[in-house]
């Protein structure tokens, strides 16, 4: 019963935060999605760490009763349940800097976007699965087309059209296995775990994880699906590119392992290294543009594109490690990218650029701001001790297990990701102070507000990991067992 | 139990001063900055002398808790207490805390004191985790956190844009290692299941010499240890690393993060000793960093860089020493190493103080007598390292050469030349700064001055240390009892099981270690007359920068182009790459991945109906009714 009160709540909240008039708006949706993190924290500390699904209902839907309403909380759930809650207040907490228009409507956007991306993190029906992620995009599309930069409608429209395209193709295949299980036409299943059981052949195997593959592959992105990416972040309004980069790229990863591993084992087996390619060559690729930005927002743009490369290669090893790094990069990516993308509005609305080479010098007049950047610096560059450390360690070694070459090249990120992001930092924070940044105001209370939890999240997650990968490994397991 | 403790506050202690120094920045009073950032180093050394002194030959295990747990895979955070790290704790902590003290005198009227003391502070904890963890993961926390704490105080003084590159590139370069020591790590979890020491030896123990696996760890591994070691090709970090006020340069980049590679390398000997084609290299290596870092250092003009370039010359004599496995040798200079480089950077320290911040040598001279402590104790640390007996370094030094003569005479003449350069161009260094008349100008020489009392203790202390350093490992030849090899015996047990032929007894006799040592001083001693005829005698400066040199002194004075060449071989193509991918590259992708998608419209029959309007429109509004359908459906239903 608790998933269905975690997947209504946002949306009754959203309702009521639309019929809000004026700037009134934000705070209903910030307590909103506060209560909402509660539910969550519940669903963390009363999880019981084995493989089941907690939590759940079932409800019968469509096509007596065989496409069934449907959702429950695993361990691999409960992360991504974990972080949506956790990230959406601190989003939302994020705006409060800035005045937007109709602000009932982008608070509610946001809250509905949160209760998509919970469904699709929770939902057990492949069908309802397919309908959240496809929900998901709505909200954030508007926040986008609606409150974005000046070239906002032709770079959203590529956004839609190309991930609307990539997700028709999982439908087609989602139709088909329905229609594979149980032969009597009454006996049809679209329960995901149903899925798992289907005896599907080579053939078949293959063309699925395709049809898969191109869905989740332009969602997370991997190379070279990903060029819809760079200009939506840049273009859209920062709470948005949050929720993008944050949540929303994580639904692909978790595609990845909750459908594809245990429903074409066989077709990853197959496949397997063509993905990882991909997903390296990603890695690599987007770290060495990264490089090269002067645009904040673009830089950690195609640093975050470059993280997701390792998530993915390392769920396509088909390995504990692999999946397990992934689930906790996944965790520690949300939390470092949106503390990233804070970072570089506040410093680009306090200095009217995003252009690294017009600033310099700002830690002159912030020391709280430096120490959290610092923080989350540290958090990216993977230090150990930190959350990214963990993660990139587990990723690494899966992807090197499966194949040395593989591991080392993907290993450069740790190389390159130092130098992207030594530079973001030199180039903002110190040498010598520009007119843009003379005079910059440290960050505010309720800006801090926004920094500590994220920091202290880099932390526990970084010495503490067990706390998390104890409760997902039950559930990892469960689902690599279909590999053979 | 009493023991736990006293490792878990080992690291703490300086963790706690890092935190409220750090956290309390501009607020904790000036006065108190200073006692909280050195109390905490200084307990910890009284703490690891309680360690030592309770030792009682057993190896002991401190485990904290699980770290990383994945499948079978077990991190635990533990430590680890045997005679190799309770070593490197007097070390760490004992030099440690005399910096300390004396970064008080030095950095008490930089604005940004408690923040300098904080990050030294951090960088113990990070090198305590390095030589306590007890397995290889948590010496990659200590290994990266280190290399953190050198960024952050290499740019400490950040508004200076290349300080601040210096930082970055230290960094980078010791992540290019790092990445090697990771990938190494990886294997060793592939080949053994387990990244604890003592499993992980254990098991080392049954596999053969010369084994594929053992070879290509120890090679990531040593890869490691060439970015923070400085060996060739990763070292042209370190000399730009003297961007750091000098007691960092003293503590990070001389005492004792820059010997974590070859604590590494000592603390897998199991592994290294089954790998002699590994040795072989690092031999190569190791010889030839120190030959190629004094040359360089032969011409150098500024006082930290001569010091800067002679570290990395002295780190590839621990490595040679490594390389013909006097693993002992290796250590026992990296301690010597640890008082008298500490003792030269603190000197230099002191009289950039008493020069208003100026570190030419051009500008210096005739200090002897403004600066009688720091003369005095600077003279010590020249002798000791130049390698002229009885000072500490002659035996450490002699120790390394005399394993490298056994395995091979080519080494031990190449590594004889590196000594002659090393006494040259450190006496050149002593007299062009103290001796002569002072060539700085009038104002000056007017403040020039003796540095307190709180950085010339320090020095004193260091002074004796080198003195006596060498005592505690003197050679049976000399009648000693080799009392540092005693100890650290058992830490090689295992080597010892699989090739016990390479630590059998010495083979060469009394005589023949007499003649080389008489060599290697007699070397030292004829360099340092040679370096005071010519800068004592016929007082010949070094040019101004604007001379044009010879070729060869030109080709050194600038490093051998190093720099240069990197630049041109990696920085700049990589750039080129990013502005190619980005303008490029991204250009075309997209083409083709639209362009595709394109096609697939254009071919579906179904779609070719929806050219003459908008297929954005369509596909939109096909997902907004199917979406709207479901819910109606499960509301209607339900």
């Known amino acids: ?484 | 139990m009493q023991t736990d403790l006293l490792a878990i506050l080992i690291p703490l202690l300086p963790l706690i001063g890092f935190i409220i120094n750090g956290m309390g920045f501009r607020h904790v009073p000036k006065g108190l900055v200073g006692i909280l950032g050195t109390l905490g180093p200084l307990v910890s050394f009284a703490c690891s002398l309680l360690l030592f002194t309770g030792f009682g030959g057993q190896t002991i295990k401190v485990p904290l808790f699980d770290w990383i747990t994945v499948g079978h895979l077990n991190i635990p955070f533990a430590f680890q207490i045997d005679q190799l790290s309770l070593i490197m704790l007097l070390i760490v902590t004992g030099v440690g805390s005399l910096i300390h003290i004396y970064s008080i005198g030095y950095m008490k009227h930089d604005e940004g004191y408690g923040k300098f003391m904080a990050f030294l502070n951090l960088f113990l904890f990070f090198m305590l985790l390095l030589v306590m963890g007890s397995n290889y993961v948590i010496m990659f926390i200590g290994w990266e956190g280190v290399g953190l704490c050198s960024y952050l105080l290499i740019g400490f003084w950040n508004k200076n844009t290349s300080y601040n590159n210096a930082a970055r590139k230290a960094f980078v370069m010791n992540r290019i290692g790092d990445l090697g020591f990771l990938l190494g790590i990886f294997m060793i979890m592939g080949a053994f299941g387990s990244v604890e020491y003592t499993e992980v030896f254990e098991q080392a123990a049954g596999f053969p010499i010369g084994d594929a696996t053992v070879v290509a760890i120890t090679m990531l591994l040593f890869v490691g240890a060439m970015g923070k070691s400085a060996q060739i090709p990763l070292y042209t970090w370190l000399p730009d690393a003297m961007a750091g006020p000098t007691p960092v340069s003293a503590l990070i980049h001389a005492a004792t993060m820059v010997t974590a590679g070859i604590y590494m390398v000592v603390r897998s000997n199991v592994l290294y000793t089954l790998s002699p084609v590994t040795l072989e290299i690092i031999g190569g290596i190791a010889i030839a960093t120190a030959l190629l870092a004094a040359s360089i250092g032969l011409v150098q003009n500024d006082i930290k860089k001569v010091l800067a370039y002679s570290t990395v010359s002295q780190l590839g004599y621990m490595f040679l020493g490594l390389s013909v496995m006097g693993y002992t040798a290796g250590m026992f200079h990296v301690m010597t190493h640890a008082f008298f480089k500490a003792l030269l950077f603190l000197g230099a320290g002191s009289v950039i103080h008493a020069v208003a911040d100026e570190q030419d040598i051009r500008k210096m001279g005739g200090l002897r007598k403004y600066l009688p402590i720091t003369y005095w104790t600077f003279l010590i640390a020249t002798i000791a390292i130049a390698g002229i007996p009885p000072f500490a370094g002659f035996f450490s030094k002699d120790e390394i050469l005399m394993h490298a003569y056994q395995h091979n005479k080519l080494l031990w003449v190449l590594g004889v030349i590196g000594s002659a350069m090393t006494s040259f161009y450190m006496f050149r260094l002593l007299f062009l700064t103290f001796f002569g008349r002072f060539r700085g100008s009038e104002h000056t020489r007017e403040h020039l001055h003796e540095s307190p009392a709180t950085m010339t203790v320090p020095l004193v202390v260091l002074a004796v240390l080198s003195i006596i350093g060498g005592f505690f490992n003197v050679p049976e030849a000399l009648g000693g009892e080799a009392r540092l090899a005693e100890f650290l015996n058992p830490i090689f047990n295992l080597s010892r099981r699989v090739r016990p032929s390479a630590f059998g007894e010495t083979l060469l006799t009394h005589s023949e270690e007499y003649m080389l040592m008489g060599i290697s001083t007699a070397v030292a001693i004829v360099s340092a007359i040679a370096a005071y005829v010519m800068y004592v005698q016929r007082v010949s400066l070094p040019e101004a920068d604007t001379v044009e040199r010879p070729v060869v002194q030109k080709v050194l004075y600038n490093k051998y182009y190093v720099d240069e060449l990197y630049e041109t071989i990696i920085v700049k193509p990589v750039r080129g790459l990013g502005d190619t991918f980005y303008s490029f590259g991204e250009f075309i992708i997209d083409g083709i991945v639209t362009g595709t998608g394109w096609l697939v419209q254009q071919a579906s029959g179904q779609l070719r109906r929806l050219q003459t309007g908008s297929i954005g429109f369509y596909v939109f509004a096909m997902v907004v009714s199917i979406a709207a359908i479901l819910c109606l459906r499960f509301f209607v239903r339900f």
């Open chain 1, 1 to 484: 019963m608790l998933t269905l009160i975690i997947l209504l709540f946002p949306v009754l909240a959203a309702l009521l935060v639309l019929a809000v008039r004026g700037q009134q708006a934000k705070q209903i949706a910030f307590i909103a999605a506060l209560i909402e993190l509660g539910l969550a924290g519940y669903a963390f500390f009363s999880f019981v760490p084995d493989a089941n699904s907690q939590f759940g209902f079932d409800y019968p839907w469509l096509a007596q009763g065989t496409i069934r309403f449907t959702a429950g909380i695993d361990g691999v759930s409960l992360l991504l349940v974990v972080l949506t809650a956790l990230l959406t207040p601190l989003i939302i907490l994020s705006a409060f800097r800035h005045t937007y228009d109709r602000p009932s409507v982008f608070y509610a956007l946001i809250l509905f976007m949160e209760a998509a991306l919970l469904g699709v993190f929770t939902a057990r029906d492949a069908f309802l699965f397919y309908l959240y992620f496809e929900a998901a995009l709505l909200p954030v599309y508007f926040l986008a087309a609606l409150w974005g930069g000046e070239n906002r409608i032709p770079v959203t429209f590529k956004f839609f059209v190309y991930t609307i395209f990539g997700s028709l193709f999982m439908l087609v295949a989602l139709v088909y296995l329905y229609f594979k299980t149980g032969t009597p036409a009454g006996l049809h299943s679209s329960a995901i775990t149903a899925l798992y059981n289907l005896n599907l052949s080579p053939t078949e195997q293959s063309w699925i994880f395709w049809a898969f593959f191109i869905a989740f592959a332009i969602k997370m992105p991997v190379f070279p699906f990903h060029t819809w990416q760079p200009d939506t972040y840049v273009e859209s309004p920062t709470p948005a590119t949050m929720l993008l980069a944050g949540i929303m790229l994580k639904m692909g990863v978790y595609g990845v392992i909750r459908l594809m591993l245990p429903i074409v084992p066989e077709g990853v087996q197959t496949w397997g290294m063509t993905a990882l390619v991909l997903s390296v060559i990603g890695i690599v690729y987007g770290a060495i543009i990264a490089i090269r930005q002067r645009d904040m927002k673009r830089l950690i743009a195609y640093s975050s594109f470059s993280h997701v490369g390792l998530m993915a290669a390392g769920v396509f090893t088909l390995s504990l490690n692999g999946v397990q790094g992934a689930l906790v990069q996944m965790l520690a990516h949300g939390i470092n990218v949106v503390g990233m993308f804070f970072v570089a509005d506040i410093i680009a609305s306090r200095t009217s650029t995003r252009l690294i080479d017009q600033m310099g010098g700002i830690t002159r007049y912030t020391p709280k701001l430096t120490v959290y950047f610092m923080i989350l610096l540290l958090g990216s560059v993977a230090l150990p001790l930190t959350n990214g450390f963990v993660g990139e360690f587990l990723l690494l070694s899966g992807v090197f297990e499966y194949n040395n070459i593989l591991g080392a090249v993907a290993g450069l990120t740790i190389i390159f990701g130092a130098v992207y992001m030594l530079r973001l930092f030199q180039k903002t924070m110190f040498g010598k102070t520009t007119p843009l940044t003379e005079g910059f105001n440290d960050v505010s209370g309720s800006e801090s507000w926004v920094f500590i939890p994220l920091c202290i999240m880099v932390f526990w997650i970084g010495m503490v990991p067990n706390s998390f990968l104890k409760l997902t490994e039950p559930a990892v397991a469960n689902l690599l067992q279909f590999v053979k």
